[in-house]
């Protein structure tokens, strides 16, 4: 293989001298080779990211070890390298560099996917994760990897803030019905298993009250650590600013990916919002969460996108599931006072045994809201939701 691109006098990429050197320099392996110049540049970008030599141009990201920091990298440097920009969900879709070099061929093509494959490795009755109000689905990666050994897994990435009809999507109710058109046109309508970690929890219960008022059949929905909205939530949120949001989104980041991230609210509202954006990118960049120079508008979206998400969660007001619904929850056995998940109370469902007709299945999971859904706490998630899965197919 190339040791290292040829470039120019100033210091571009020799694209002429790049194409010559392909004629006798093709990555021959049973993975796939080298064809042509876009799969080569990828093949580069992708060695420096995961510190690691390419066999072959259909080797999964993820299972070379990509995630969600690396994929963000990958999205940078492509953007870089041929001016595309490739959302973050389409990796999942199209995790080697021959799907991705597709993608860059057919730049115009690119859109940002809703139903993401996340483990295809079986046939089965489908598996729906719904992500928390960030509304990314990288974070249930883990989960979906160990649930994939049994079950044909999904995730339900956040959808675009307005739908077809230029409506602001600001409601639970929306949102599910917008999500449940998504699997109707994607052919994913088998009996779901819809199972929700915090924001994405509460779009879960909808989805099946939806469906049932459909007569449509819901094999069971799984509640991750969230307790259900009550009257008194609805003002949580109503005299937060800018940098309130900022410093909650940042504690949430930082303990998602161990990353050293202070924000300071007081120091952030001596600055204008687009400051306090720009601010909160460069920490990100500084411990390495971001790459270089990455464009403050992905992450001005994203911030206004949880927002929203949160604030629709505290107004949404869960109806009743019936007795044919199973209903489970897994909460997370720590508490972290800095972050969201069940309030103290007396009933062992978190509240949700409130919301149906027959009693909830309760699980414990060791770790906190967040890393319950990391290693090595995920695998205990995983056994308890494939044990309710098997429980309630034998009593089916």
């Known amino acids: 293989t190339l040791e290292k691109l040829p470039l120019t006098a100033n210091g571009k990429v020799d ?15 049973s993975s796939g080779q080298v064809r042509d110049l876009t799969e080569l540049k990828l093949t580069r970008i992708w060695e420096e990211i995961l510190g690691l030599p390419l066999l072959g141009i259909r080797e999964d990201f993820f299972r070379l070890g990509g995630h969600s920091l690396l994929a963000v990298r990958l999205a940078w440097h492509i953007e870089q390298e041929f001016d595309v920009s490739v959302p973050l969900a389409a990796f999942y879709s199209h995790p080697t560099i021959e799907t991705q070099a597709e993608l860059i061929r057919s730049s115009g093509a690119i859109q940002s996917p809703t139903l993401i494959p996340l483990s295809q490795q079986v046939d089965t009755d489908p598996v729906i994760l719904l992500p928390g109000a960030g509304g990314n689905t990288f974070y249930l990666a883990e989960l979906a990897a160990r649930l994939g050994a049994r079950h044909q897994v999904w995730g339900l990435q956040a959808l675009h803030q307005r739908d077809g009809d230029q409506k602001t999507l600001t409601s639970i109710h929306n949102i599910a019905a917008r999500y449940l058109n998504v699997l109707d046109e994607a052919g994913v309508t088998n009996p779901c298993r819809l199972i929700g970690h915090s924001f994405g929890a509460l779009v879960a219960f909808e989805m099946a009250c939806q469906l049932h008022s459909k007569k449509a059949p819901v094999e069971m929905v799984g509640i991750i650590d969230n307790p259900p909205p009550i009257q008194e939530s609805s003002t949580y949120y109503q005299n937060w600013d800018h940098a309130d ?7 949430r980041m930082r303990k998602i990916f161990h990353a050293e991230i202070e924000l300071d609210a007081d120091s952030l509202r001596a600055m204008s919002n687009d400051e306090q954006n720009q601010w ?39 109806g009743r599931l019936p007795a044919d619904v199973p209903l489970a929850i897994f909460c997370a056995e720590d508490r972290d006072a800095q972050l969201a998940g069940p309030t103290d109370t007396d009933d062992n469902a978190i509240g949700w045994s409130h919301h149906a007709e027959r009693m909830p299945y309760v699980a414990r999971i060791p770790g906190t ?14 056994d308890q939701i494939t044990r309710f899965l098997v429980k309630i197919k034998t009593h089916a």
């Open 15 to 29: 694209n002429h001298a790049l194409e010559a050197m392909l004629a006798t320099d093709l990555v021959q392996h």
């Open 245 to 251: 949001w900022l410093v909650h989104i940042g504690i």
């Open 280 to 318: 909160f990118a460069k920490s990100l960049v500084a411990t390495g969460l971001l790459p270089k120079d990455t464009s403050t508008d992905y992450l001005g979206h994203f911030v206004e996108l949880y927002r929203s998400n949160a604030i629709a969660g505290v107004h949404y007001r869960p």
């Open 369 to 382: 809201h967040i890393t319950m859904l990391q290693k090595p706490n995920v695998n205990a998630l995983a």
